[in-house]
């Protein structure tokens, strides 16, 4: 039972350039979302996915596209990377009020 | 609006007690939380307490809510070195998709 992954650990990206976040989970839950954290912000949640087959927005969803693939799988998008979305990317996973499980993050730099 | 806020920098001594403070505006809020980032990690989740709830324990881990005033602390007793981290806050609402919001973060520093 591996929880939360997420790949890649580290990207650096060119500006304009695109790349995919993956997140899976094998908790078997309904629930999934993409975070971003920055100093001094907190976590921003970015999109999240209530059940298989539907997405939404949250926060701060301009400049990502979102796919919930099935239900193990949330995948994050970024089509044409900007400098303003260097930050640490979180994917979570949740069943009830109590459990939401964090992956360990995906730190991206864009130059 | 919906905001939690937290102090940013709490330092304490090794063995003696920590309390990390958070306030939130959303009074239709259902579940409080604590999760802990080490450096470099995910969160991880501490411990949470439900709106109805006035105190909860766990261990060394004490979460007092005080919900006329919106005010949440986490109370660590005997604090050790491997309790430095970043203490996040955050509260969900009763919604379709059970937004959990989350405070900016409060770092923790165990001086040896």
């Known amino acids: 039972n591996a929880g939360v992954t997420q790949t890649p650990k580290f990207q650096v990206l060119k500006t304009g350039q695109s790349m995919t976040l993956q997140c899976a989970q094998d908790?078997?839950?309904?629930?999934m979302y993409w975070y971003r954290q920055d100093p001094g912000m907190g976590l921003r949640l970015i999109y999240y996915?209530?059940?298989?087959?539907?997405?939404d927005k949250g926060e701060v969803p301009n400049g990502y596209n979102v796919s919930r693939l099935n239900k193990r799988e949330f995948s994050l998008r970024l089509e044409s990377a900007a400098p303003s979305q260097t930050s640490v990317y979180f994917c979570?996973?949740?069943?009830?009020?109590?459990?939401?499980?964090f992956g360990p993050g995906t730190r991206l730099t864009v130059l | 609006g919906e905001d939690v806020e937290q102090s940013l920098f709490l330092s304490v001594r090794e063995g003696d007690s920590s309390v990390i403070n958070c306030t939130y505006t959303?009074?239709?809020?259902?579940?409080l939380y604590w999760y802990k980032q080490e450096p470099g990690a995910g969160l991880q989740l501490l411990t949470y307490?439900?709106?109805?709830?006035d105190m909860k324990q766990d261990q060394r881990l004490t979460v007092l809510l005080n919900k006329k005033d919106k005010h949440l602390s986490l109370r660590i007793a005997d604090t050790q070195t491997g309790d430095s981290a970043i203490y996040f806050c955050?509260?969900?609402?009763?919604?379709?998709?059970?937004?959990?919001?989350f405070g900016t973060g409060t770092k923790l520093q165990v001086i040896p």
């Open positions: 955050a509260e969900s609402r009763p919604g379709g998709y059970q937004k959990v919001t």
């Open positions: 979570a996973s949740r069943l009830t009020e109590d459990t939401q499980y």
């Open positions: 996915s209530a059940s298989e087959g539907t997405t």
């Open positions: 307490i439900f709106s109805n709830m």
């Open positions: 959303d009074s239709s809020s259902t579940y």
């Open positions: 908790m078997n839950h309904n629930s």
